[in-house]
């Protein structure tokens, strides 16, 4: 008798453990971004201080327990051939996953209007932390996404190889 008790006692151990890292990776460390009128922002082509574009309607999530968790939607009146005349293309513009109760922000539905060209992605600002870049697609209808990449110096500092010159200094 005594081992079916400590059997059960590990199984409900194993599933409320189970519950409680579910719950902090989906629910737990993230809070809502609030809109100040200064969330979406691109780097122009001169390589000059990020400019704010017209936006309306930001819905942005964050969590402190990594430097990449940072997910927004908004809407613009600006269109994608416009911005490419002003701001800086980011390449190989890749969105991550957000929590599926975060519903304006689909990663899948995103990298195929990425894929098809009718979304282009731009700098919003590079080593917006030591390795992090912050990116902004924008689609042909209006809708926009921001979100937070990897870029090579953090890919290097990540798996500890030697960083080079062209990284900028870890603070």
Same mark, same amino acid.
């Given at each position: 008798?005594? !081992?079916? #008790?400590l059997? &059960?006692? @590990?199984?409900?151990?194993?599933?409320?453990?189970?519950?409680?890292?579910?719950?902090? /990776?989906?629910?737990?460390?993230?809070?809502?971004?609030?809109? +100040? *009128?200064? /969330?979406?922002?691109?780097?122009?082509?001169?390589? !000059? *201080?990020?400019?704010h &574009?017209?936006?309306?309607?930001?819905?942005? #999530? +964050?969590?402190?327990?990594?430097? @990449?968790?940072?997910? *927004?939607?908004?809407? %613009?009146?600006?269109?994608?051939?416009?911005?490419?005349?002003?701001?800086?293309?980011?390449?190989?513009?890749?969105?991550?996953?957000?929590?599926? =109760?975060?519903?304006?922000? +689909?990663?899948?539905? &995103?990298?195929?209007m #990425?894929? %098809?060209?009718?979304?282009?992605?731009?700098?919003? /600002?590079?080593?917006?932390?030591?390795? #992090?870049?912050?990116?902004?697609?924008?689609?042909?209808?209006?809708? !926009?996404?921001? =979100?937070?990449? &990897?870029?090579?110096?953090? +890919?290097?500092?990540?798996?500890? %190889?030697?960083? !080079?010159?062209?990284?900028?200094?870890?603070?």
């Amino acid at each position: 008798m005594s !081992g079916k #008790i400590l059997a &059960i006692a @590990i199984v409900v151990s194993a599933l409320l453990f189970g519950a409680g890292v579910y719950y902090f /990776q989906v629910y737990y460390y993230y809070a809502a971004v609030e809109d +100040d *009128a200064g /969330q979406v922002f691109l780097t122009p082509l001169d390589g !000059g *201080a990020p400019e704010h &574009i017209a936006y309306a309607g930001f819905e942005g #999530i +964050d969590a402190t327990s990594s430097p @990449i968790r940072y997910r *927004a939607c908004f809407t %613009t009146p600006e269109r994608p051939q416009a911005l490419d005349e002003r701001f800086e293309r980011y390449e190989d513009g890749e969105p991550r996953n957000a929590p599926f =109760w975060f519903s304006c922000f +689909d990663a899948e539905e &995103i990298g195929r209007m #990425i894929e %098809t060209g009718e979304a282009h992605v731009y700098v919003a /600002q590079r080593n917006i932390e030591f390795g #992090i870049d912050r990116v902004v697609a924008v689609a042909e209808d209006g809708r !926009g996404y921001v =979100w937070e990449e &990897i870029n090579e110096c953090g +890919d290097k500092a990540y798996d500890g %190889t030697p960083l !080079g010159e062209d990284c900028p200094p870890r603070e």
